[in-house]
């Protein structure tokens, strides 16, 4: 039998507020273990929750970016569990009444169509504790670090619209996009700050009940997301084939076996709602601040970007992935510099380069300024492509002014007709063969002459004085 | 040799300040309220070696206005009841002159009623519980128990308003206190819940209706009215107190203060051997209780909810028709102190419980009977943020008696 997946996926994401959400304690778990802790994070008796303007703040701000309905009223509830990550046996979450619903992101699907995918809703809730396993001699000894207790983290609920892996990497990928836009979180799923949960089940093609799901989870980047989840699939459909019934359970994805397997589920019990946490009651002015904050998103952006710049929808798609990037391209332009070709550059050049050293545009020495003068020297001849690539490189990891770099590294393009004739004439004597060919009438030779006359000025003769000039001599070498 | 009868006692009480509100008055507090260095362990195992960090902001504004605090009282096991108690034995022996006792559903009013005291428990909300060890966090708040209304009415001062630490507390609309002491001109309607009245016993019945007279007497109209949910109060305290507490009671793990038990293969096994050997016989079915509405039966603990709110509303609607309500505080045949069931326990605050349920201020003053052996107390109850109010009603009433003072 044909059948067909529905998937739906809940995302955890970490805001990056300043401070915890119901204490003034750091929000940076990676620090040094049970650093960033005090009596309201670890929960010690007498100790009341204040929930954080600013994680309320960004968890607003993050839900209007994915299009949701901020709700008038919402509330913290005790979502019931014991395990030693949650040493106060309860985790403070909206179950009852989120903070948002009915949100959706729209992706481009495989058949290159646009497709709405909706938000059910999404909720506040606090991290829990890390639990370290380690050996102390022969003995295994296992610690908490509550540095992670009690950040920041949004829920977010898609509804079962997912009908593909692909699917799914993308409702990830656009989601993380929008998110980052707001500056509200960092959303990366290798460091964990964005986390993927997918439920996975079958139907025969064609109907549309919902079957048993399967939980999926621990994918530490968007490809696992894929992987897992066709695994699972395939892993179902064998299941099925076999007459085997499915059966509501959580596996765990890992990455190095690349499979899944069934995990003990932690007991999870009732929520009730929470007396001391604050109810938060949302007012039309509050809201209107907060929307004004909501910067423009990708996709109104890409649209911006075809009309006023004539980019490709391709360059401007990729000018608008991220915000920082995109703010970067704009301010390029601005210096009346062709968008096309600073897209160009941006795209073939800065974007890999960025890559290979890991580094973010903010992580490195360059700016608008700095990438407009680099570009607008090419454009005036006075450095070719060549140079102009190896100039790039060090306007990211040195604060020299540009003007300093290309005489320091001289590589101003030689203009000079004696010289390059110099060097022209040099590489015509030295290959008298080379030269007898192109009088024969094979012109491909000027290639390989403008190769070598390139190289003996290392790299530096202006290419379309240099074409010239070689032209010119050979002619007149021919009778 | 006598049990002792505090739970710390503060070597050097006199913090030397002059000019305070409560300078030289002479504070007890109970070992659920946080203050730094001290043994805080709510009277309960799970709790055994837990010494606090920093001040409850109630101690903190106590201690800034020249109180000597002397030290913690015994108590019931985390604040359910008054089993144990010795806060107003401690009043007795003139060793403090005010206690603070937890009221969860009437404790600090009983504790007076007992003693002939007088006994305060605050609005819902006006004194911050940060860094009160609760139990029932939508229910309990610092009652005030003492011989003189005076110093009730300067404690109250003194403690409530707002804190931003806790977050339950509204954002406005606190109590006043500066004209509590004036007198009151208007005339003032008291209502008697005639659904209870039902419920007395004869020698109760005898008692309070002296008492009434005498409030008559006083120039307080009394007004017989209904309220046929009355009996909703105990069963929705129940419900909701045990879930609460039974959420509030999981942080106890044995791990880092409280008991450690010695026996346990693994921390699921240690977490189960600790609560076992931890909790007493009185508040270890108050958790098992709690926990069965959270797992087993959520729609009961949700009705209850609903029935809560049903209740506040008919409260208001109440004092719509009147300015207060009078019950009596204690009950002849159910000793609070010696209740050793659930049950029985919600027999003894049968009256103190309704303001702990809606939030209201209730003040608890003594009666002065024909037989004094036969004392149920009288239990005024205002509306919700009509603390100061309320106190100058009862002030009004000990001077027309007894010239402000208690016997």
Same mark, same amino acid.
């Given at each position: 039998?044909k059948y067909e997946p529905v998937i739906g996926l809940e995302i955890h994401v970490q805001?990056?507020?300043?401070?915890?959400?119901?204490?003034?304690?750091?929000?940076?778990?990676?620090?040094?273990?049970?650093?960033?802790?005090?009596?309201?994070?670890?929960?010690?008796?007498? +100790?009341?929750?204040?929930?954080?303007?600013? +994680?309320?703040?960004?968890?607003?701000?993050?839900c209007?970016?994915l299009?949701c309905?901020?709700?008038?009223?919402?509330?913290?509830?005790?979502k019931?569990y014991?395990?030693?990550?949650?040493?106060?046996?309860?985790q403070?979450s909206q179950h009852h009444?989120p903070l948002a619903r009915n949100g959706w992101v729209?992706i481009?699907g495989e058949?290159?169509? !646009?497709k709405r995918l909706r938000i059910h809703h999404i909720h506040m809730e606090?991290d829990v504790?890390?639990?370290?396993?380690?050996?102390?001699?022969?003995?295994?000894?296992?610690?908490?670090?509550?540095?992670?207790?009690?950040?920041?983290l949004i829920e977010i609920v898609s509804e079962a619209d997912m009908r593909s892996p692909d699917e799914a990497m993308e409702y990830v990928k656009t989601l993380r996009?929008?998110l980052?836009?707001?500056?509200?979180?960092?959303c990366?799923l290798?460091?964990g700050?964005l986390r993927v949960d997918a439920n996975i089940s079958l139907r025969p093609l064609g109907t549309d009940e919902f079957n048993t799901k399967v939980e999926v989870k621990n994918m530490n980047s968007i490809r696992n997301v894929g992987d897992a989840i066709a695994y699972e699939i395939t892993r179902q459909t064998h299941c099925l084939d076999?007459?085997e019934s499915i059966v509501l359970h959580t596996r765990l994805w890992d990455p190095?076996?690349r499979m899944t397997s069934p995990m003990r589920s932690k007991f999870s019990g009732p929520c009730?709602?929470?007396?001391?946490?604050?109810?938060?009651?949302?007012?039309?002015?509050?809201?209107?601040?907060?929307?004004?904050?909501?910067?423009?998103?990708?996709?109104?952006?890409?649209?911006?970007?075809?009309?006023?710049?004539?980019? #490709?929808?391709?360059?401007? !798609?990729?000018?608008?992935?991220?915000?920082?990037?995109?703010?970067?391209?704009?301010?390029?332009?601005?210096?009346?510099?062709?968008?096309?070709?600073? +897209?160009?550059?941006?795209?073939?050049?800065?974007?890999?380069? &960025?890559?290979?050293?890991?580094?973010?545009?903010?992580?490195?020495?360059?700016?608008?300024?700095?990438?407009?003068?680099?570009?607008?020297?090419?454009?005036?001849?006075?450095?070719?492509?060549?140079?102009?690539?190896?100039?790039?490189?060090?306007?990211?990891?040195?604060?020299? #002014?540009?003007?300093?770099?290309?005489?320091?590294?001289?590589?101003?393009?030689?203009?000079?007709?004696?010289?390059?004739?110099?060097?022209?004439?040099?590489?015509?004597?030295?290959?008298? !063969?080379?030269?007898?060919?192109?009088?024969?009438?094979?012109?491909?030779?000027?290639?390989?002459?403008?190769?070598?006359?390139?190289?003996?000025?290392?790299?530096?003769?202006?290419?379309? &004085?240099?074409?010239?000039?070689?032209?010119?001599?050979?002619?007149?070498?021919?009778? | 040799?006598?049990?002792?009868?505090?739970?710390?006692?503060?070597?050097?009480?006199?913090?030397?300040?002059?000019?305070?509100?409560?300078?030289?008055?002479?504070?007890?507090?109970?070992?659920?309220?946080?203050? *730094?260095?001290?043994?805080?362990?709510?009277?309960?195992? /799970?709790?055994?070696?837990?010494?606090?960090?920093?001040?409850?902001?109630?101690?903190?504004?106590?201690?800034?206005?020249?109180?000597?605090?002397?030290?913690?009282?015994?108590?019931?096991?985390?604040?359910?009841?008054?089993?144990?108690?010795?806060?107003?034995?401690?009043?007795?022996?003139?060793?403090?002159?005010?206690?603070?006792?937890?009221?969860?559903?009437?404790?600090?009013?009983?504790?007076?009623?007992?003693?002939?005291?007088?006994?305060?428990?605050?609005?819902?909300?006006?004194?911050? *519980?940060?860094?009160?060890?609760?139990?029932?966090?939508?229910?309990?708040?610092?009652?005030?128990?003492?011989?003189?209304?005076?110093?009730?009415?300067?404690?109250?001062?003194?403690?409530?308003?707002?804190?931003?630490?806790?977050?339950?507390?509204?954002?406005?609309?606190?109590?006043?206190?500066?004209?509590?002491? $004036?007198?009151?001109?208007?005339?003032?309607?008291?209502?008697?819940?005639?659904?209870?009245?039902?419920?007395?016993?004869?020698?109760?019945?005898?008692?309070?209706?002296?008492?009434?007279?005498?409030?008559?007497?006083?120039?307080?109209?009394?007004?017989?009215?209904?309220?046929?949910?009355?009996?909703?109060?105990?069963?929705?305290?129940?419900?909701?107190?045990?879930?609460?507490?039974?959420?509030?009671?999981?942080?106890?793990?044995?791990?880092?203060?409280?008991?450690?038990?010695?026996?346990?293969?693994?921390?699921?096994?240690?977490?189960?051997?600790?609560?076992?050997?931890?909790?007493?016989?009185?508040?270890?079915?108050?958790?098992?209780?709690?926990?069965?509405?959270?797992?087993?039966?959520?729609? /009961?603990?949700?009705?209850?909810?609903?029935?809560?709110?049903?209740?506040?509303?008919?409260?208001?609607?109440?004092?719509?028709?009147?300015?207060?309500?009078?019950?009596?505080?204690?009950?002849?045949?159910?000793?609070?102190?010696?209740?050793?069931?659930?049950?029985?326990?919600?027999?003894?605050?049968?009256?103190?419980?309704?303001?702990?349920?809606?939030?209201?201020?209730?003040?608890?003053?003594?009666?002065?009977?024909?037989?004094?052996?036969?004392?149920?107390?009288?239990?005024?109850?205002?509306?919700?943020?009509?603390?100061?109010?309320?106190?100058?009603?009862?002030? $009004?009433?000990?001077?027309?008696?007894?010239?402000?003072?208690?016997?």
């Open positions: 039998m805001l990056n507020s300043a401070t915890k959400m119901f204490c003034d304690c750091p929000n940076r778990p990676g620090d040094e273990p049970n650093r960033n802790t005090c009596p309201i994070c670890l929960w010690l008796p007498g +100790a009341l929750p204040k929930l954080s303007r600013e +994680a309320l703040q960004k968890a607003t701000l993050a209007l970016a299009n309905t901020i709700q008038q009223e919402s509330g913290f509830d005790q019931v014991y395990y030693p990550d949650l040493p106060k046996g309860f403070l009444k729209d481009v058949d290159g169509r !646009s606090e504790a890390k639990l370290v396993h380690e050996m102390e001699g022969k003995t295994p000894i296992s610690l908490v670090d509550f540095n992670r207790a009690g950040t920041p996009n929008q980052r836009y707001t500056g509200s979180a960092e990366s290798e460091l700050t076999k007459g190095e076996k009730i709602p929470d007396p001391s946490v604050s109810r938060i009651v949302v007012s039309q002015e509050w809201l209107k601040e907060i929307q004004g904050r909501l910067p423009e998103m990708p996709a109104q952006k890409t649209e911006r970007f075809l009309k006023v710049y004539g980019l #490709t929808p391709e360059e401007a !798609s990729n000018m608008s992935l991220e915000r920082d990037l995109s703010d970067f391209f704009e301010a390029v332009v601005k210096q009346d510099i062709s968008p096309r070709k600073v +897209a160009g550059w941006i795209t073939t050049y800065l974007i890999p380069i &960025l890559r290979d050293r890991n580094q973010t545009m903010r992580e490195t020495f360059l700016t608008p300024d700095r990438f407009s003068q680099l570009l607008s020297m090419l454009d005036k001849d006075m450095i070719n492509a060549q140079s102009a690539k190896e100039v790039l490189l060090q306007l990211l990891s040195s604060d020299e #002014t540009i003007e300093e770099i290309v005489k320091k590294g001289q590589f101003q393009q030689v203009s000079d007709t004696t010289e390059l004739e110099t060097v022209i004439d040099r590489i015509i004597s030295e290959h008298p !063969s080379d030269v007898e060919d192109f009088r024969k009438g094979n012109t491909k030779v000027i290639g390989f002459l403008m190769g070598l006359a390139m190289k003996a000025s290392q790299g530096k003769a202006n290419p379309k &004085l240099l074409k010239e000039i070689l032209t010119k001599r050979l002619d007149s070498i021919v009778p | 040799m006598a049990p002792e009868i505090f739970t710390y006692k503060n070597p050097s009480p006199n913090l030397f300040v002059t000019n305070g509100l409560l300078s030289g008055k002479k504070v007890l507090i109970q070992p659920n309220m946080s203050a *730094r260095g001290w043994l805080c362990d709510a009277g309960s195992k /799970a709790l055994k070696g837990f010494v606090a960090l920093e001040d409850a902001t109630v101690i903190m504004r106590i201690k800034k206005e020249g109180a000597n605090l002397m030290g913690s009282s015994r108590m019931s096991e985390l604040s359910f009841g008054l089993a144990g108690d010795t806060a107003t034995q401690i009043l007795s022996s003139g060793e403090a002159d005010i206690a603070l006792i937890t009221d969860t559903m009437g404790e600090a009013r009983m504790a007076a009623a007992d003693r002939g005291m007088l006994g305060f428990k605050p609005s819902y909300g006006i004194v911050s *519980r940060f860094g009160l060890i609760g139990l029932v966090p939508s229910m309990e708040c610092y009652g005030i128990v003492g011989k003189r209304l005076e110093d009730i009415i300067d404690t109250l001062t003194v403690i409530s308003g707002k804190d931003e630490t806790d977050p339950s507390m509204p954002d406005k609309g606190f109590p006043d206190y500066t004209d509590v002491r $004036k007198p009151l001109k208007t005339a003032c309607t008291a209502g008697v819940v005639k659904d209870c009245l039902d419920i007395l016993q004869e020698a109760e019945q005898k008692t309070f209706g002296i008492e009434l007279k005498r409030l008559e007497e006083m120039g307080l109209t009394i007004k017989e009215v209904n309220f046929s949910d009355f009996d909703l109060f105990r069963v929705v305290h129940n419900i909701i107190a045990s879930v609460e507490a039974s959420s509030s009671a999981d942080k106890y793990d044995g791990v880092r203060y409280g008991h450690r038990s010695s026996s346990g293969k693994n921390w699921n096994e240690m977490y189960l051997n600790f609560r076992g050997e931890s909790f007493g016989p009185l508040i270890k079915p108050f958790l098992f209780q709690g926990a069965y509405f959270q797992f087993e039966n959520y729609p /009961a603990f949700e009705n209850a909810c609903r029935n809560r709110h049903r209740l506040v509303q008919a409260m208001t609607h109440l004092l719509g028709q009147v300015d207060l309500l009078v019950f009596p505080t204690r009950r002849l045949d159910h000793d609070a102190e010696k209740a050793n069931t659930i049950n029985r326990i919600y027999d003894a605050f049968l009256w103190t419980l309704p303001a702990n349920v809606t939030g209201q201020p209730s003040l608890h003053l003594p009666s002065r009977a024909l037989h004094s052996e036969v004392d149920v107390g009288i239990q005024l109850v205002g509306p919700r943020l009509g603390d100061p109010w309320l106190l100058s009603i009862g002030l $009004k009433l000990l001077s027309t008696t007894q010239g402000g003072r208690i016997a």
